[in-house]
């Protein structure tokens, strides 16, 4: 791990996990937002729900884009900035406009652009090198194409690879040490025999090989997910023991907003049926206290989960969670922040 990775580490740790958002809350705005270009995508990972999807897909238009970054109070500066949902970032026509408005906005002290890695062009790249993203998380998940089109459906194994190997040269090239650029490997049951090859394999050539082990059913409600998700060794490891629930701390640091400008209160709202407002057509202060997002902290303060739709059978709660502090500082966590006051 270098210098880098283990500040944003620490930062990471005192933002969410504890003292910095219990010192903050009621936070005037999210400090994370994931802006989903499009639900678009090249691939079709078995662990994923989109192509169960029956929302309609398309792709975000600059102007709800430019509405959301500029919403963003200069003094209330987001953590992260994570500009990909559901589908492939890189897929959208002007991928480029959006990201350069976001950089030239510096509305967030972290822009995180996750991608399969198949659309990443040479030019692409090099804009992103030149605006200095922060950082590029590419989903691999397979160390050979014949696991990864088992994994993913298609067979741009040896393309990725490619375009991942010249995406660093290129950076090299240009002198830069931005984008951080991960490979990411998602720990299931069927591919952690190649696990180790696949660290060898990236091991000098990538800034970081990242293997995550937050293998999720999202919010529970895809059968494909659960079906090929619940039964696994590596999801029962990690989820199995959740005795106790506590309320969910991403109630009270994040939104996501689809494509169209809904927005959703969490990234588990995948095919978008819990959406609590409109980009379009209210602000983002308007629908982070709103009533329904408020009856939604409010239900989980009070232990009454099942009866937030999206909420009631999601387990990610329970792997990184306040424990007992919001049921404890209820008054707190169900107040509104006064005006002038962050
Ligand atoms: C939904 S994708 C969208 C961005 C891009 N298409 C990609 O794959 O990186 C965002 C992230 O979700 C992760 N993901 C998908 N399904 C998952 C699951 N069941 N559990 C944990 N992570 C998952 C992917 O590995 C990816 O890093
Ligand atoms: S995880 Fe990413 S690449 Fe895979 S299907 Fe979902 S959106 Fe596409
Ligand atoms: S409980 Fe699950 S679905 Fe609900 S906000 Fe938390 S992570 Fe999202």
């Given at each position: 791990m270098n210098f880098r990775q283990i500040k944003e580490q620490i930062k990471d740790k005192m933002y969410?996990?504890?003292?910095?958002?219990?010192?903050?809350?009621?936070?005037?705005?999210?400090?994370?937002?994931?802006?989903?270009?499009t639900n678009k995508c090249t691939e079709n990972c078995i662990w994923c729900p989109r192509d169960s999807m029956t929302r309609e897909r398309g792709f975000m238009e600059f102007d709800v884009f430019k509405k959301i970054i500029d919403e963003i109070p200069r003094d209330q500066r987001l953590r992260r900035l994570y500009v990909h949902w559901m589908g492939e970032p890189l897929l959208h026509p002007e991928f480029l406009k959006f990201i350069e408005y976001a950089k030239s906005e510096d509305k967030a002290e972290s822009i995180v652009i996750a991608t399969n890695g198949f659309p990443l062009s040479k030019d692409v790249m090099k804009r992103m090198i030149e605006l200095k993203i922060d950082e590029l998380f590419v989903a691999i998940d397979a160390a050979n194409p014949g696991s990864y089109s088992e994994f993913k459906n298609t067979d741009h194994f040896n393309t990725i690879k490619n375009n991942v190997i010249k995406a660093i040269a290129l950076r090299k090239e240009m002198r830069s040490n931005l984008p951080f650029i991960?490979?990411?490997?998602?720990?299931?049951?069927?591919?952690?025999?190649e696990k180790e090859f696949f660290r060898l394999q990236w091991r000098g050539i990538a800034d970081s090989v990242f293997f995550e082990k937050d293998l999720s059913i999202w919010d529970g409600k895809s059968e494909k997910v659960n079906k090929y998700i619940k039964s696994m060794g590596?999801?029962?490891?990690?989820?199995?023991?959740?005795?106790?629930?506590?309320?969910?701390?991403?109630?009270?640091?994040?939104?996501?907003?689809?494509?169209?400008?809904?927005?959703?209160?969490?990234?588990?709202?995948?095919n978008g049926e819990n959406g609590i407002g409109d980009i379009r057509e209210q602000s983002i202060e308007e629908i982070w206290y709103s009533d329904i997002l408020?009856?939604?902290?409010?239900?989980?303060?009070?232990?009454?989960?099942?009866?937030?739709?999206?909420?009631?059978?999601?387990?990610?709660?329970?792997?990184?969670?306040?424990?007992?502090?919001?049921?404890?500082?209820?008054?707190?966590?169900?107040?509104?922040?006064?005006?002038?006051?962050?």
């Open positions: 969410f996990r504890k003292k910095r958002l219990q010192a903050r809350i009621p936070l005037p705005f999210p400090m994370v937002i994931n802006i989903e270009l991960r490979v990411k490997f998602l720990e299931t049951d069927h591919n952690l025999r590596c999801y029962l490891k990690h989820y199995g023991d959740l005795a106790i629930r506590y309320p969910c701390d991403r109630l009270w640091y994040l939104l996501a907003v689809q494509w169209n400008g809904i927005v959703s209160p969490c990234v588990c709202d995948w408020m009856s939604y902290r409010s239900h989980h303060i009070n232990r009454t989960f099942e009866k937030v739709k999206l909420c009631s059978v999601c387990a990610r709660w329970g792997t990184r969670n306040m424990g007992d502090w919001l049921t404890k500082h209820k008054r707190k966590a169900l107040s509104r922040p006064q005006i002038g006051k962050g």
